[in-house]
């Protein structure tokens, strides 16, 4: 990731952010970005036509669906973002704000597919960096993990109230130094 790219990230998650009305200290839709932007957000279940397309919908959301999580897709000039309905709502989420980080960066345009992990194929580490810091700025601002990592608030209640897994804020909330910074703090204060 670039020099500066992090407070980059920032500025521009909370500029996103107010475009949509939402502080950093609330929940963020990212299909209200993706709306916001004109980008059309499809499930693996609107393409899937015929009946060979709905053995692959079923491989790829109930027998294997850790292996396809999302795509940008190019049509034209227009861009759309098929993303894997098999998954959960708070994956599907992570993936979403992720794929729309890409958009929102610019990021050279090859077919990006989201697969397990963090990882996209045909991707660059470096745009995958700066997509994952993006999305996650987007998801849960460093400001907002931060306070709550202050009150203690633990990652499952971070979840819910950012409508994220667990995981994603887990790593936000480890990501951002946030529990660090708190831990640091009290013990200053307890002095």
């Known amino acids: 990731m670039r020099r500066g790219f992090k407070a980059e990230a920032k500025r521009l998650a909370l500029e996103v952010r107010e475009e949509l009305g939402v502080t950093a200290h609330e929940a963020m839709d990212p299909y209200a970005l993706a709306e916001l932007y004109g980008i ?71 077919t990006l597919l989201r697969t397990s992990g963090r990882e996209c194929r045909n991707s660059d580490h470096n745009q995958e960096s700066e997509a994952a810091e993006l999305s996650g700025e987007l998801l849960l601002p460093s400001d907002a993990a931060r306070r709550l990592a202050y009150n203690g608030v633990p990652d499952e209640s971070v979840a819910a109230r950012f409508g994220i897994s667990t995981e994603f804020a887990r790593w936000r909330m480890n990501a951002t130094g946030a529990r660090l910074i708190a831990q640091r703090a009290k013990a200053r204060n307890s002095h």
């Open 40 to 110: 059309d957000v499809f499930t693996l279940h609107d393409v899937a036509e015929t009946h060979s397309e709905a053995a692959a919908l079923r491989h790829f959301t109930e027998v294997r669906p850790d292996v396809f999580s999302a795509a940008v897709l190019c049509l034209g000039r227009r861009r759309v973002i098929v993303e894997n309905s098999g998954h959960e709502r708070p994956r599907r989420a992570s993936t979403l704000a992720h794929e729309m980080s890409h958009i929102l960066l610019e990021h050279e345009f090859t």
